[in-house]
């Protein structure tokens, strides 16, 4: 499996952005997937799962202005992301699983993960 994200760039405070997650060999009906970030100096902060059994879940840091979505049909995942703030700058990441472990997942445990997409959020 592999994950590629798209979508990221420098943008002004208050603006939005929306990322796209492709993923390519998937091989089971479904995947669990989820959106963190990860700022210099900062730890791997969790954003936003989606699990096609039970929805969406978001960290209260975003809540509100991410909103996490899926196209099964395009095996492609989104993130759009609205009322972008500076400390909202990061390298942001896409993740995918086949098995959906709840916790286990939003602390870091997914099996696949992109290489990410820089956003840069200016004042």
């Known amino acids: 499996v592999q994950l590629l994200e798209s979508g990221g760039g420098s943008v002004q405070s208050g603006g939005s952005l929306r990322l796209t997650c492709r993923a390519s060999?998937?091989?089971?009906?479904?995947?669990?997937v989820g959106w963190f970030r990860q700022a210099p100096g900062k730890e791997h902060e969790d954003l936003a799962h989606?699990?096609?059994?039970?929805?969406?879940r978001y960290a209260d840091s975003v809540k509100g202005r991410f909103t996490i979505s899926q196209d099964n049909s395009k095996n492609t995942w989104y993130l759009e992301m609205n009322n972008l703030d500076v400390e909202d700058t990061a390298m942001y990441y896409c993740?995918?699983?086949?098995?959906?472990?709840?916790?286990?997942?939003?602390?870091?445990?997914?099996?696949?993960w992109g290489r990410g997409t820089q956003v840069t959020v200016s004042s």
């Open positions: 989606i699990d096609p059994d039970d929805g969406a």
């Open positions: 993740a995918a699983d086949q098995i959906c472990q709840g916790p286990a997942l939003y602390r870091g445990g997914y099996k696949y």
């Open positions: 060999g998937l091989t089971y009906e479904s995947y669990c």
